[in-house]
């Protein structure tokens, strides 16, 4: 990609090279008066991909919501196997627990199992720690689906139900997120990935394309800064979906509520603040094309860029380092 120009404004010298300036063309100089500048450089390469830092209008994939029937199960994978960090503030009660992980979270309230048609990508620090505490798991997980396997850029992980996390370690290609939720994957319909593309392009005013691997095709969305949502097409059956959810924040909230209203899509008018869908459409058929509910927040929400507690794992009474509570 090119690079943009840069236009810029210098300061004209004319008026002091004429010999002693009048009083009036100093108050100019002085002010930087309209008079006294041009625009001299409007034809100047810019160093820099300005586009690389274009945001989309979904600005933050905030939290995933899954319930769970057992709160105790649910701490020993997301808090102890994890390492992540429960949200000591709300959701303190044994009907919901809110984990949180760098500026995202998972939201587990109790009920019935539910489980991603996909799986979610996060990244955590300290690959073999993290190995070391799923081990210490096994034994108190026994009987349930809690698995673990390990591959060469992720360690593949398993919820007590069946919810795949894929742990990665920080890197490049995850910048600038350190300890949060990366990406979530939801296995789509063969053929699904063209009008899913489009939905987010036109109604929800997110960059999305569609792309090939090995795996094949997937329509991917920017949901967030190193954020996203990974639409990857699959011929295996998909089970029915079951009510778990997905939470974003976006710049223009009225916009694609406009528009997802005229489309009848919009189910629930949470508040001021908040709506929700769930139906992805091809928006030049209106063919339902996935279902996954979205809690959409505009960004005057007030949990909007609320601090989150995260805690260092590596802390124990027994090996304690002042100081190093918080991870940083
Ligand atoms: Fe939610």
New binding site residues.
């Given amino acids: 990609m090119s690079p943009a120009r840069c236009g810029t404004f210098a300061t004209s010298t004319n008026a002091s090279v004429r010999g002693k300036p009048s009083i009036d063309e100093l108050i100019d100089i002085v002010n930087f008066a309209p008079d006294t500048r041009q625009e001299v450089s409007s034809e100047m390469d810019c160093p820099f991909d300005r586009a690389a830092e274009d945001l989309g209008n979904i600005v933050e994939l905030e ?1 995933v ?1 899954v319930t769970v029937p057992d709160q105790q199960l649910a701490t020993l994978f997301y808090v102890v196997g994890l390492g992540l960090t429960r949200d000591p503030y709300l959701m303190t009660s044994i009907s919901n627990m809110w984990v949180n992980i760098g500026r995202s979270q998972f ?1 587990l309230p109790t009920s019935k199992p539910q489980v991603v048609r996909g799986h979610v990508g996060i990244v955590v620090p300290d690959r073999e720690a993290l190995l070391m505490r799923l081990t210490r798991l096994r034994k108190r997980l026994d009987g349930t689906s809690f698995d673990f396997k390990e591959h060469d850029s992720f360690v593949e992980t398993t919820c007590p139900w069946g919810n795949r996390i894929r742990c990665h370690a920080p890197s490049e290609r995850f910048n600038p997120i350190t300890l949060g939720i990366a990406y979530v994957e939801f296995d789509v319909p063969l053929g699904a990935a063209e009008g899913i593309s489009r939905f987010y392009r036109r109604v929800m005013a997110a960059p999305a394309d569609v792309a090939q691997d090995s795996a094949g095709s997937y329509a991917h969305v920017q949901v967030g800064i190193g954020q996203h949502l990974i639409f990857r097409e699959t011929d295996r059956a998909l089970p029915p979906y079951d009510g778990h ?1 997905v ?1 974003v924040y976006v710049a223009d909230f009225s916009g694609p509520h406009r528009l997802l209203q005229e489309k009848g899509l919009v189910f629930e008018e949470s508040d001021q603040h908040q709506y929700r869908f769930r139906d992805i459409v091809d928006p030049e058929t209106g063919a339902v094309l996935f279902t996954i509910e979205h ?1 959409v927040r505009s960004m005057k929400h007030p949990l909007y860029m609320r601090p989150l507690v995260n805690r260092n794992p590596a802390q124990s009474n027994m090996n304690y380092m002042p100081g190093h509570d918080a991870w940083v």
Avoid: R
């Fill in positions: 939290h919501n939201h959810h939470q809690e």
